[in-house]
């Protein structure tokens, strides 16, 4: 077996950063080694820091980590950060990281729109990593030092989103058309603060700020094409791809749940069956390629008609997997159908430990 790579992370005391420890307790291709947090947290041992708010125990291992603050001096020694931070203080410390020549997969949304940052669900675009491997190489054919880079990770409500479209998109054409409607687990909005329970108990919040704006512009940079230099992703036009979204906060603890309807610009449009068959058959190239977290089952279709439901489905390939349900015709689009995919886990840090897993298997780290 090749050695571990040597892995931290930054915002490891957060929603998201909890959710990395727990991912990368015991894998087998990264060792957990340095945490990162705000001043708050540095110079405590993680179990004091983190309050930590996981269904599963606090791994052993990350007990006793003394917090770094987040500087790169403190990750000299990675081969791989991921960032759980804050978006309000991952624009400069991420940034400090890459000029320090660290590889960075990032769940904050801060360069995710640069254009020669890959933004990556890596159940449905693994090939826009090539941006980073064009980078690498051009780097290495001017005899300089391996450059630092930075991976986005999609908002979290997109990553479910797009699941299910890309391979739709890939068997029957592009989609002309596309309505989504959220509900959005609690953990989504982070724990410093969170949303208070008397806000969302008994209650349902119709406003998540920024969330529609991040749905509609992110959808069309992950179902882009690599430009032919792979310098770049060329995005989807308003006129190739219209999206609209509606993003509500619910009294769930994990699992973001989307209501879609979506119009193929192809007619005749494909059946009900062969678009449940087109979901089943989908295979992501991160399990062709037998990354260790990948799905088995990307899309898991179920016939059930009260189902996809976050508290039973959300778990389905450990996270990793989304889960599709009530797909039907719609009387104003082709068809609509229920998606649920788990926020943290495929929507944030599994999406982050699955791209290092790709980089990993591409030479990329
Ligand atoms: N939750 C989710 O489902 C998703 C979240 N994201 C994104 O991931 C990122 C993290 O989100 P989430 O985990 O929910 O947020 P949390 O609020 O739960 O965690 C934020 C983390 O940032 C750290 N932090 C805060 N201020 C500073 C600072 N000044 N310097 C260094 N570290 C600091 C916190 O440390 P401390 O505890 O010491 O304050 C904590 O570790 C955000 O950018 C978010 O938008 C993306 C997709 C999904
Ligand atoms: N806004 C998402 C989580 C999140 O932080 O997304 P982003 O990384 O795009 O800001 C939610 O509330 O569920």
Redesign the pocket.
């Known amino acids: 077996m090749a050695a571990q790579k040597v892995a931290g992370v930054l915002g490891a005391t957060g929603s998201v950063g909890q959710r990395f420890i727990l991912l990368l307790a015991d894998h087998p291709d990264f060792e957990l080694r340095v945490l990162g947090a705000s001043p708050r947290s540095a110079g405590k041992k993680y179990v004091d820091a983190a309050n930590w708010k996981q269904t599963d125990l606090m791994p052993k291992s990350a007990e006793n980590i003394i917090v770094s603050d987040c500087s790169s001096a403190n990750f000299k020694d990675c081969d791989i950060v991921f960032s759980g931070l804050d ?1 309000e203080y991952a624009g400069p410390i991420e940034k400090e990281f890459v000029e320090a020549g660290i590889a960075v997969i990032s ?3 801060n360069y995710r729109r640069e254009e020669d940052v890959p933004l990556v669900v890596p159940i449905v675009n693994p090939e826009h990593l090539d941006i980073i491997q064009q980078k690498l190489d051009t780097a290495k054919q001017a005899g300089k030092q391996r450059p630092g880079f930075i991976v986005c990770i999609s ?3 997109t990553a479910g989103l797009v699941a299910p479209l890309k391979p739709l998109v890939d068997t029957f054409g592009p989609i002309d058309t596309l309505t989504t409607t959220t509900l ?2 609690i953990s ?3 724990f410093s603060p969170g949303v208070p329970g008397i806000d969302v108990l008994d209650n349902i919040i119709p406003y ?1 700020g ?2 529609e704006d ?1 749905m509609e512009w992110e959808t069309k940079k992950i179902l882009g094409s690599l430009s032919a230099d792979k310098s770049h992703v060329e995005l989807l036009s308003p006129e190739e791809l219209k999206v609209s979204a509606q993003c509500n906060r619910v009294a769930v603890s994990d699992g ?1 749940t989307e209501c879609i309807a979506l119009k193929f610009k192809n007619r005749p449009a494909p059946s009900v069956e062969q678009v449940k068959q087109c979901l089943r058959d989908y295979v992501c190239d991160a399990y062709k390629m037998k990354c260790h977290s990948a799905p088995e089952q990307t899309i898991h279709v179920l016939e059930q008609s009260d189902r996809p439901q976050p508290r039973l489905d959300r778990n389905r390939d450990r996270g990793y997997g989304v889960s599709v349900g009530r797909v039907r015709e719609d009387p104003v689009l082709d068809f609509k159908m229920v998606v649920l995919s788990h ?1 943290t886990i495929i929507g944030a840090a599994g999406s982050g430990v699955l791209i290092a897993e790709i980089l990993l298997a591409k030479g990329m780290i």
């Open positions: 978006a769940n904050a949304k908002n979290c409500s959005q687990a989504g909005a982070g998540i920024g969330e991040k973001h926020n």
